[in-house]
Structures are given as C-alpha cells and as structure tokens.
C-alpha cells in the first residue's frame, strides 16, 4: 500500500469506528443510561479530558516535560479568570503574558 493509501483506510477505519461506538451508544438499554453511576461519570468525563489535554498542553513537548513560557499564559489566564474578566480579556492576558516571558527568555 502506498502512503496515500494506507492514510485514506486509517481515516475510513477511523470514521467506521466512530459510527460504530455511536450506533452502539443508540442501541444502549435505557436502564442502563439511567443508572446513577453512568450519570455521574457522564457528567464528569468531558471536564476531566479537557483537563487532561490543557495540562499535556500545557507541560509537554513531544516526550519531554517542559516548563515554559505556556505555563506563565496559562497562569496569567487562571488570574484573570480569578479577577472574573471576560473571556477575550482572558485569552489576550493569556497570550500576552506567554509573548513576553518569550521575548525577554530570547
């Protein structure tokens, strides 16, 4: 298989799979979607893995740990959020920060 070949059949397997979990996800027993625990996990999966993204992309480069100046943005974010400042204020402080521990780290 050439490369261009074996990128398409990852992206078809790829989207089989996802019609697969949905189709799977449809034909559930309603009990079960009831149940206290898969309420609860529901709720709480989508924070904890937007949680787990910022922080690898925050604290990491390829393989390695790295304290950089992504960490001082995303500081500088969690004070203005703290300061209760709307979000475009939030994002620019965020990149304004992290440009300038850049620019002064060379």
């Known amino acids: ?3 261009d070949a ?6 078809l397997l790829t989207a089989a799979g996802c019609y697969g979990l949905k189709l799977l996800g449809l034909l ?14 529901s709720a709480l999966l989508p924070v904890s893995l937007l949680a787990a993204l ?9 393989t390695e740990l790295v304290v950089d100046a992504r960490v001082a943005g995303v500081g500088a974010a969690l004070a203005a959020i703290a300061l209760r400042a709307p979000f475009l204020v939030v994002v620019g402080v ?13």
């Open 1 to 3: 298989m050439t490369d």
């Open 6 to 11: 074996t990128l398409w059949f990852a992206v």
């Open 28 to 41: 559930a027993p309603a009990r079960l979607l009831e149940h206290p625990l898969a309420a609860r996990v």
């Open 54 to 62: 910022a922080a690898v992309q925050t604290f990491a480069t390829g």
């Open 94 to 106: 965020a990149a304004l920060t992290a440009s300038l521990v850049r620019l002064l780290a060379g």
